[in-house]
C-alpha cells in the first residue's frame, strides 16, 4: 500500500464521489438505451416546491410500463431508471439515502416523505376529515 503524503489530501478525491445505488439483481444482466435514458431525461425531477413528487412517480411508472426486458423485473428497471430522472437535489437526496432505496417500493416511498409538500398532504386530510356523504 503505497503511503500518502500531505498533498495528496489537498485536492477531492474521485473515491468520495456518490454512485447510485448498488442493486442486486441476481444473474439478470440488461443495458439501458441511450434513447430510452433520452426519453426519461425530458421531464426530470429537482425537487423544487412547484414540482408534484406524486406526478413524477405517475411518469416514471408510465415510462417504465411501455416495455419489459426478459429476466428482469420491472421493479430493477424502475430502479436503475429512476436516478436518470433526477436532478439537483433530488439527485444528491437519492445519492444520499441510497441504503434506503434497495426496492422500489422503499425508493418511492422514501421518495414521496421527502418531496410530497406537507401542505398539500395536510390540505388532502382537510379534505378527506371534512367529507360528507
Not at 477531492?12 to 431525461?41: C, R
Not at 416514471?60 to 424502475?78: H, P
Not at 436503475?80 to 417500493?105: H, I, M, P, R
Request: net charge positive; glycine share 4%; proline share 5%.
Amino acid at each position: 500500500m503505497a503511503k500518502k503524503t500531505i498533498a495528496d489530501f489537498l485536492f477531492p478525491s474521485a473515491d468520495f464521489v456518490a454512485m447510485s445505488p448498488n442493486l442486486n439483481f441476481g444473474d439478470a444482466t440488461f443495458e439501458l438505451k441511450p434513447a430510452l435514458i433520452n426519453m426519461v431525461q425530458a421531464n426530470p425531477f429537482c425537487g423544487k416546491p412547484h414540482e408534484d413528487a406524486n406526478d413524477h412517480l405517475q411518469h416514471v411508472l408510465q415510462v417504465c410500463n411501455t416495455f419489459t426486458v426478459k429476466n428482469v423485473t420491472a421493479d430493477a428497471i424502475r430502479l436503475c431508471l429512476f436516478s436518470f430522472l433526477l436532478l439537483g437535489k433530488a439527485k444528491q437526496w437519492f445519492y444520499a439515502n441510497k441504503s434506503e432505496v434497495t426496492t422500489w417500493d422503499k425508493c418511492a416511498n422514501a421518495f414521496l416523505k421527502k418531496f410530497f409538500p406537507t401542505s398539500k398532504t395536510s390540505a388532502l386530510h382537510g379534505k378527506i376529515s371534512s367529507f360528507q356523504q
